[in-house]
């Protein structure tokens, strides 16, 4: 359940931030003098209201990925799904577990039975 909180609320609150981060570095100032008509400044920033805006900004990513995905992947060409399944698949299979080692009789090496063991692992019989 955590981790599904988490899943929605990530983008979200990454959008947050960096726009948080961006309102604090972004400001532009211009100054010009004329000499004798004076001087004019120029002074641009992100509006405060930014950090909300993208706020619901990656809200509509995270919606958008999540349930208009599905309907748009029948249009997404046949070699460019493929490679991307072919990736996820190798993530999963890089992750999983590696098979217990198996003896010359088919039995597991890892498997309690009451025969004595070999010092190579196997059992004698």
Same mark, same amino acid.
């Given at each position: 359940?955590?981790?599904?909180?988490?899943?929605?609320?990530?983008?979200?609150?990454?959008?947050?931030?960096?726009?948080?981060?961006?309102?604090?570095?972004?400001?532009?100032?211009?100054?010009?003098?004329?000499?004798?008509?004076?001087?004019?400044?120029?002074?641009?920033?992100?509006?405060?209201?930014? =950090?909300? +805006?993208?706020? &619901?900004?990656?809200? !509509?990513?995270?919606?958008?990925?999540?349930?208009? /995905? %599905?309907?748009?992947?029948?249009?997404?060409?046949? =070699?460019? +799904?493929?490679? &991307?399944?072919?990736? !996820?698949?190798?993530?999963?299979?890089?992750?999983? /577990? %590696?098979?217990?080692?198996?003896?010359?009789?088919?039995?597991?090496?890892?498997?309690?039975?009451?025969?004595?063991?070999?010092?190579?692992?196997?059992?004698?019989?």
């Amino acid at each position: 359940m955590i981790a599904q909180v988490t899943s929605w609320a990530a983008p979200p609150l990454a959008y947050t931030f960096c726009s948080l981060v961006l309102l604090a570095l972004v400001h532009v100032r211009m100054d010009a003098e004329m000499g004798f008509l004076g001087a004019m400044g120029v002074s641009m920033s992100l509006a405060a209201w930014m =950090p909300v +805006v993208a706020f &619901f900004l990656g809200l !509509a990513v995270e919606v958008i990925a999540r349930f208009g /995905a %599905p309907f748009v992947d029948r249009f997404v060409p046949g =070699p460019l +799904v493929n490679w &991307f399944r072919r990736s !996820a698949r190798a993530r999963r299979t890089g992750s999983a /577990a %590696p098979a217990a080692p198996v003896g010359e009789d088919g039995r597991s090496w890892t498997t309690s039975s009451a025969e004595p063991r070999t010092g190579d692992g196997r059992n004698q019989g």
